[in-house]
């Protein structure tokens, strides 16, 4: 897409697709979308897609697929054990990662809750870049607690640091040194860290931690879910990499690493998982497990047409043109974001753009949830369907008091190659408009509040009246418009 200049200078984010299959979207007027939000507990969670306009709740499972995908599709061998579909998604596996075994799972938390129930034992302490929520549930019940060892730039909202993924490798070493490698089940890296904007870690940074983990004998673990971003920063971020192929950054990644796991809800866009692993003895482990959780070794329960695709989709994934194109489309959403005042995650990262809720509803305190209720408000504005990532996305500590999020953030998800421009600039717009009215937006409060997971299918209400109040003057500014 950047190699195609347009005539008047402006800098576009190009498709280098056509559409030939297409879904009809609905906007239901801005009465029913209060009513459907408070219905459905003001978490977007809960929301039913038919009363949703545009859906960037994650890019999980609805990644648009290739035509090349749909074909493969038909040609699934379908059988229990043995299927001609395994071997090739394994193949195209072992070729890209240079792994010779491979265990398939049916999504990203079930390589995850596999990984932890064999490695993880109790008193045991995971260091990473930063944490997923599955990925920390499943490290906490098997008796383990994790250490988010992001550089400290990381965590800065806005900032010019082109790897905000990257591990901290003192406090690595640190760590290791305080706890012992044999308290270190293993350490994991998670790449395009998604609870902090999409930020990807560097080579560079990824081979201190590959050399600290040898030396201490300790495994290296890759949460490959999000690693098609990932590459895609790596070859345009970091210069040594410049002149390498996808291809090739791939496979200098992998060698790091003991076991790469991935959501290929997200890598490959299609729907299942899969775990790579180096060593027979690793496989071993697992296999086991793999048969009691997932299903036979040849399909861990996916279906044999998703497996074809996302071997298809895998192969997709190293074609630069392909893997550039959400990042290109959140970059042109953050920018024109700053230019309106918005305040938002930078560098714009991968997966979506993230709007900084603390700042924007600076008025709301962290125990109301500032990053639900503006998920709520802006679903309540456009029809827009984003995802709250902050302190509701967190668990009560065991006195009940909350855990504060380090980041508030509201995620609009653009899930790869499913939106035009034209229905970014439509997301754009709404999100200024409520910018501009953010004060009459205010608090939530928890009605039924799980303990695991709350975020998911947690209820609350708002603090006051104010969803009218947001009610009312969206209709004095846009009198009849939806
Ligand atoms: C980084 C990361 N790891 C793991 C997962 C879990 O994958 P799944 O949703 O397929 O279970 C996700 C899903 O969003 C993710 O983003």
Redesign the pocket.
Known sequence: MEKIKLFSGENLPLEMHKVRIVEKLNLIPIEKRASAMLEAGCNTFLLKNRDVFIDML?D??VNAMSDRQQAAMFLADDTYAGSESFYRFESKLQELFGMDFVLPAH????C?NIISQVFVNEGQVVPMNYH?T??KAHIQLNGGTIEELITEEGLKITSNAPFKGNMDTVALKQLIKDRGSDNVAFVRM?????LIGGQPFSLENLQEVGNMCRKNNILLVL?A??LSDNLHFIKEREEKCKDLSIREITRKIADEFDIIYF????LGSARG?GICVRTEELFDKMKGLITLYEGFLTYGGMSVREIEAITVGLEETMDEEVINQGPQFIKFMVDELIKAGVPVVTPAGGLGCHIDAKAFLSHVPQVEYPAGALAAALFITGGIRGMERGTMSEERKPDGSETLANMELVRIALPRRVFTLSQVKYVIDRIVWLHRNRHLVEGLVFEDEPEILRFFFGRLKPTSNWVDNLVNQYKTDFKDSL
């Open positions: 994650t999980s499972g999504q990203g938390r079930a995850e997923f599955t990925t998670e790449a395009g860290t998604n949460d879910s999000l959501s290929a809800r997200k998982g």
